[in-house]
């Protein structure tokens, strides 16, 4: 945040110092500052300067650019998503004017967002709920509780999908369960009878019904279907562990958090627990190691460590420890109706909200070819060049009435990074004319000439003429000269 032309990073400086497990005192007798400035710097009284970053950089092994203020870059992004909304159609917004309220008046920009939030959901009941009294028979209580998962995941952004505590956590069960890479299944299963005297069976279909975990207390037994892989067999045991030995851990992390809902504190919950398996299967020093060493090789890391396509996606995402850092990857998840299911970030990508996404993504293209995995050079409106790869993949159904579920998945990152994925190979990474201008969605790309277009954009009038038909099927005013 800037405050008078002087950068104000005090929250980033207290969740790195916190990362770091320091005091106040601690952190500032290694940078030379007294205590008291210190502090005055963690509460945003005193500006960061750029000598400060330097020391802050050589004494903790980070990465200046880790210390740049995306919580502005995310708020004007978002507001701006906000104002494409029809409902703005006839006010005249200005990419500047969303910029200052985002920079100036962070809190009221939330207080939008949050208004924004609820009347959405309201617009939705309200839709559905229409549609139900035409069918006077179907007539029900209509409940929307989606607004809790954008606040979860909004969480992990915050945090750059990184927990190092629930790292070490990790790293400690390794050590006292003296876990092995491919045998973890029956590490796990022997500490969980050894330790906690809970057995694991594998349920048939019918006991299970639509669960496909499940504890009961009575016997001590930990359930799990039959139609879970061997690796997410493994995953589920290591979610169990976390449920059952960090609460405290997990607790103390939500406690910290701005949740404001008991849905999204118990879903930050559950995350969490998931993060703690995803930590126990694949370790982060040998992960980080071996992607390096093999340049990020998603097809070799997932046999290496016997995991899904998707569970090493997710692992990369994490890997933000200072001083052993990975590619700033972000990962996304989508349906064959572009409905996202998943999504992580330790990078600037600013994905959409409230909409669909660019139709010219290649995680859509995932789809016409199961198995294969998809590269590609994009664009985005800013000027910024990302590399995607996109593959699709498969959950298995539990019989003919309910069939498997098919999702794509793509991971990315800023194309200066891509020289270090063996996929991004033969490509060359600098040349714009390569790359496909994609958007954040329709409503807020002003790439006028897009034959992919389904809504028009934000400040752009709509010419409504028969004679005329452009790439898509609107044509709009060009912009005034300046």
Known sequence: MAKDGKVMLGHKIRRLRRDLDLTQAQMAERLGLSPSYFNLIEN????????????????????????????????????????????????????????????????????????????????????????????????????????????????????????????????????????????LGRGLTDYLGQAHRLRVKRMPVEVMGHAIRRFDRHTNRLMLSELLSPQARVFHMAVKIGLLEHEALFRGIITDASLTTREARELAYV??????????????????????????????????????????????????????RGVPFFMIRVDKAGNVSKRFSAAPLQFARFGGACPLWNVYDAFAMPGVLHTQLAEMPDGTLYFFVAQSMTKPGSGHRQPPQRFALALGCEAHHAAQLVHADGLQLDNREAAVPIGVNCRLCERLDCSQRAFPPLNHALIVDQNLRGHSAFYFKPDPAP
């Open 44 to 183: 945003n009284h005193r500006p960061v300067t750029a000598r400060l970053l330097i020391k802050l950089s050589q004494a903790f092994d980070v990465e200046i650019q880790s210390f740049a203020d995306t919580e502005e870059a995310r708020l004007a992004g978002e507001l701006t998503e906000v104002f494409a909304d029809p409902l703005f159609r006839d006010n005249d917004i200005k990419k500047q004017d969303v910029r200052e309220i985002a920079s100036v008046a962070p809190a009221l920009s939330e207080a939008v967002l949050d208004l924004y939030h609820a009347y959405s959901e309201a617009h939705v009941a309200i839709r559905a709920l229409s549609e139900r009294v035409a069918d006077r028979d179907k007539l029900q209580v209509l409940q929307t509780k989606a607004f809790p998962l954008e606040e979860v995941r909004d969480f992990f952004q915050a945090h750059e999908n990184h927990f190092p505590k629930i790292e070490t956590a990790a790293e400690d069960l390794w050590q006292r369960a003296k876990l092995e890479i491919g045998d």
């Open 271 to 324: 995350g969490l627990a998931n993060y703690f398996a995803g930590a126990v299967l694949l370790p982060y020093d040998k992960v980080y190691a071996t992607a390096r060493k093999h340049r990020y090789d998603l097809d070799l890391l997932q046999h290496r460590f016997d995991v899904t396509y998707e569970q090493i996606c997710h692992r990369l995402t994490t890997l933000q420890r200072p001083g052993a």
